[in-house]
T-cell receptor
C-alpha cells in the first residue's frame, strides 16, 4: 500500500532563504507524486507532479522537486523564499486506482521578513 | 482552466440535521472525490465516484453518503450530522491520468 510521510509539520524560513520541505513515500509500484499548496481559506492548488519522466520536476512559483528512488524521497525546494510562499504544502502519491491520492499530513511554511 | 465549485464556503448546522454539500466541475472529468481536512491529519478520502451513479467508499465513509446523478455534480450527504463532523470539506475532480483539481472548500460547523 502507498503512503506518504512529510517530515516537519511546521517550517520557518527567512525571506530570501532556501525553502526545503521533505516528503518520503512508500509505493509498491513506480509512483506518481504530487505537491499541492493551500493558501489560507482556499482549496489545494497543484504545484508540480512527477510521472516517471525527468527526475527533477519544475513547478509554478519557482518551486521544484527531485525524485530520488534510492531514498524514496520527493523533497520540494525553492532557492529564495518570498513572503507570498507562506502556506500549507501537501505531498501526495497516487494509489488505489481511479487516480486516487494518498496525502501526507502537510507542512505549514512560515516566511519571516 | 478547470473549475470546481463548491456550493458554500461556510455552513453552520445543528446535530441531527441532514446536510448536503454540493460540488460541480466543468471539465467533464470521470472521477470526483470528497475529502475532509483536519489539522495534523492531512486530507482523508470520504467517498469517490468514477462515473455517473457509481461510487466507492474511501477511508472514512462512516456517517456519510454520496450521490452522482449527473457527471458534473457530486453531492456529499451527512445523514444525521454530529459534532465530530465539524471540519473542512474539499471536493476534487480529475480525468484519467490527470491531476486532481480542487474546489475552495466548505468549512462546516455542527453545533
Amino acid at each position: 500500500a502507498q503512503s506518504v510521510t512529510q517530515l516537519g509539520s511546521h517550517v520557518s524560513v527567512s525571506e530570501g532563504a532556501l525553502v526545503l520541505l521533505r516528503c518520503n513515500y512508500s509505493s509498491s509500484v513506480p509512483p506518481y507524486l504530487f505537491w499541492y499548496v493551500q493558501y489560507p481559506n482556499q482549496g489545494l492548488q497543484l504545484l508540480l507532479k512527477y510521472t516517471s519522466a525527468a527526475t527533477l520536476v519544475k513547478g509554478i512559483n519557482g518551486f521544484e522537486a527531485e525524485f530520488k528512488k534510492s531514498e524514496t524521497s520527493f523533497h520540494l525546494t525553492k532557492p529564495s523564499a518570498h513572503m507570498s510562499d507562506a502556506a500549507e504544502y501537501f505531498c501526495a502519491v497516487r494509489g488505489g486506482g481511479y487516480n486516487k491520492l494518498i496525502f501526507g499530513a502537510g507542512t505549514r511554511l512560515a516566511v519571516h521578513p | 482552466d478547470v473549475k470546481v465549485t463548491q456550493s458554500s464556503r461556510y455552513l453552520v448546522k445543528r446535530t441531527g440535521e441532514k446536510v448536503f454539500l454540493e460540488c460541480v466541475q466543468d471539465m467533464d472529468h470521470e472521477n470526483m472525490f470528497w475529502y475532509r481536512q483536519d489539522p495534523g491529519l492531512g486530507l482523508r478520502l470520504i467517498y469517490f465516484s468514477y462515473d455517473v451513479k457509481m461510487k466507492e467508499k474511501g477511508d472514512i465513509p462512516e456517517g456519510y453518503s454520496v450521490s452522482r446523478e449527473k457527471k458534473e455534480r457530486f453531492s456529499l450527504i451527512l445523514e444525521s450530522a454530529s459534532t465530530n463532523q465539524t471540519s473542512m470539506y474539499l471536493c476534487a475532480s480529475g480525468g484519467s491520468d490527470q491531476p486532481q483539481h480542487f474546489g475552495d472548500g466548505t468549512r462546516l460547523s455542527i453545533l
